[in-house]
């Protein structure tokens, strides 16, 4: 099992700035991959950025890239997501997630188990 603690979200006004972080504990061992995502009243959970533990290797979603930076201390397994130039399209709950790797059988192909923080809003005012 893997316990995620996320902190900071808030207030911004838009083209402000605001960080979030997250600290994984349990068996951080297996993590594979640490991340965020989001979800906005309304719509379906989407990915935000997520970053490999092994190789750094990151990901961002179209709509965040180049406005936010995701970092992992792989020796503190916490994950931090720099948010620059908010709109207010980018307001709402954070979600911290961690993803470990496991050979599914029944597919035959490597799939992930994923770990979710208790999410952290965000807002951005206009």
């Known amino acids: 099992q893997v316990q995620l603690v996320e902190s900071g979200g808030g207030l911004v006004q838009a083209g402000g700035s605001l960080g979030l972080s997250c600290a994984a504990s349990g068996s951080i061992f297996a993590v594979n991959v640490m991340g965020w995502y989001r979800q906005a009243p309304g719509k379906q959970r989407e990915l935000v950025a997520r970053s490999d533990t092994s190789d750094g290797g990151t990901t961002y979603s179209d709509s965040v890239k180049g406005r936010f930076t995701i970092s992992v201390d792989t020796a503190k397994y916490t994950a931090y997501l720099q948010m620059n130039s908010l709109s207010p399209e980018d307001t709402a709950v954070y979600y911290c997630?961690?993803?470990?790797?496991?050979?599914?059988?029944?597919?035959?192909?490597?799939?992930?188990?994923?770990?979710w923080g208790q999410g952290t809003q965000v807002t951005v005012s206009s």
């Open positions: 997630n961690a993803a470990t790797y496991y050979y599914n059988d029944s597919v035959g192909d490597i799939a992930e188990y994923h770990y």
